[in-house]
Structures are given as structure tokens and as C-alpha cells.
T-cell receptor
Framework: NAGVTQTPKFQVLKTGQSMTLQCAQDMNHEYMSWYRQDPGMGLRLIHYSVGAGITDQGEVPNGYNVSRSTTEDFPLRLLSAAPSQTSVYFC???????????FGSGTRLTVV | DQQVKQNSPSLSVQEGRISILNCDYT??????FLWYKKYPAEGPTFLIS???IKDKNEDGRFTVFLNKSAKHLSLHIVPSQPGDSAVYFCAATRAGNNRKLIWGLGTSLAVNP
């Protein structure tokens, strides 16, 4: 079982560039979410989805877009990268109504 | 405003001894608590959880204690092993709200041989 797969693992962007972080899960989980982890800040929720076609904002959504066209995929789009978006990004999924999340291995993003 | 607090950023213990990681919370509506473990360059993995109707849950070397009156929980690891060296996150959730997790900032545990 692959679990939650994130690509790429590493990325360097220039300020103003856009890109999409990919997240796919093969566990038929309804709930998917994106977090960013910064030193001293813990895990902060960016966006989440409770099912295909349904997305909502977390605590730090600005500068990011998401969509959920299938149960399996939940891409995160950076519209115009800024140095403040330098971070490690984690995608997580869970069965609906349960807090037992499965995380991907993360994407380390550097914006220069 | 940090609803889940892990006041010790780091902890160092000797192999074979007990590790105690602490977590405090402020929201009395939380009814389920979890500990996740994170190694460098990996995503967090679920370790152990406890419902608010219990005060203790045990899984092998790991035990979580919940003191609702003090709004405090702790993770005990006995005996500690070098492979336990990782960052441990405490998280809490409440019914409804899509079971979103509220996270602490983590405690970095180093178990020395």
C-alpha cells in the first residue's frame, strides 16, 4: 500500500513563480488536508477537503489554492510564490469523522 | 492563541529510563487526544490516542495519561530506546468540526545510548 504520496520531495522556486504540489492517497479516505511546518510554529492547516468537490480554508490559506476533483487527489497550488512560503508541506488523509491521519513524507519548498 | 501547549521543546533521557512528555490544553470541548511521532525528513505517524472518557491508554512501551480536571495529558515511554528519538506532537480534537486536529508545537526527544 502506497498510503499518501507527495511529489515533489524538494523544490526551489523563484519569487513570483507558481507551482502545484501533488498529493494522492489510495486508502479511499474522504478527508484530506494540507499542512505547513515551520520552525517553532508546529503544524498549521492550510486547506482541507471532506470529499470530492468540497474544500475549505484552514488557518493559513492565503497564497494557496486547492481543488478536489477525485477522492484520491488533492493538489495544492501556489499562485505566486513568496519567500514566506518557504516551508515543509505535508499532506494528510483520514477516514471521514476520524482524527487518525496518515501523512505523506512531505515536500520541502524553498522560495528565493 | 495556543490551545494545545507542549511547554518543553526538547527532552533528553538515557536509554532504558522513562521518558515523560507533557501536553496541556485549554479547550474543555476537546474529547479526543492523540500523540504523533515524527522522524526527520518523514511525515508524522500516529502513535497512541485517548478518549476523554478514559484516563489511561496503554500500547506496549507507550502509555498516555489524561487528567481532565487539570487539562493535562502525558506520554510515558518505558523503557526508552534510541529509536524513540524523534519529535512528538500532541494533538486534540472535538466532536464535529470535521474532527480537525489542533496541534502542539512538538517536543524533540533524544534517547542517549
Amino acid at each position: 500500500n502506497a498510503g499518501v504520496t507527495q511529489t515533489p520531495k524538494f523544490q526551489v522556486l523563484k519569487t513570483g513563480q507558481s507551482m502545484t504540489l501533488q498529493c494522492a492517497q489510495d486508502m479511499n479516505h474522504e478527508y484530506m488536508s494540507w499542512y505547513r511546518q515551520d520552525p517553532g510554529m508546529g503544524l498549521r492547516l492550510i486547506h482541507y477537503s471532506v470529499g470530492a468537490g468540497i474544500t475549505d480554508q484552514g488557518e493559513v490559506p492565503n497564497g494557496y489554492n486547492v481543488s478536489r476533483s477525485t477522492t484520491e487527489d488533492f493538489p495544492l497550488r501556489l499562485l505566486s510564490a513568496a519567500p514566506s512560503q518557504t516551508s515543509v508541506y505535508f499532506c494528510a488523509s483520514s477516514k471521514s469523522g476520524t482524527p487518525l491521519y496518515t501523512f505523506g513524507s512531505g515536500t520541502r519548498l524553498t522560495v528565493v | 492563541d495556543q490551545q494545545v501547549k507542549q511547554n518543553s521543546p526538547s527532552l533528553s533521557v538515557q536509554e532504558g529510563r522513562i521518558s515523560i512528555l507533557n501536553c496541556d490544553y485549554t479547550n474543555s470541548m476537546f474529547d479526543y487526544f492523540l500523540w504523533y511521532k515524527k522522524y526527520p525528513a518523514e511525515g508524522p505517524t500516529f502513535l497512541i490516542s485517548i478518549s476523554s472518557i478514559k484516563d489511561k491508554n496503554e500500547d506496549g512501551r507507550f502509555t498516555v495519561f489524561l487528567n481532565k480536571s487539570a487539562k493535562h495529558l502525558s506520554l510515558h515511554i518505558v523503557p526508552s530506546q534510541p529509536g524513540d528519538s524523534a519529535v512528538y506532537f500532541c494533538a486534540a480534537t472535538r466532536a464535529g468540526n470535521n474532527r480537525k486536529l489542533i496541534w502542539g508545537l512538538g517536543t524533540s526527544l533524544a534517547v542517549n545510548p
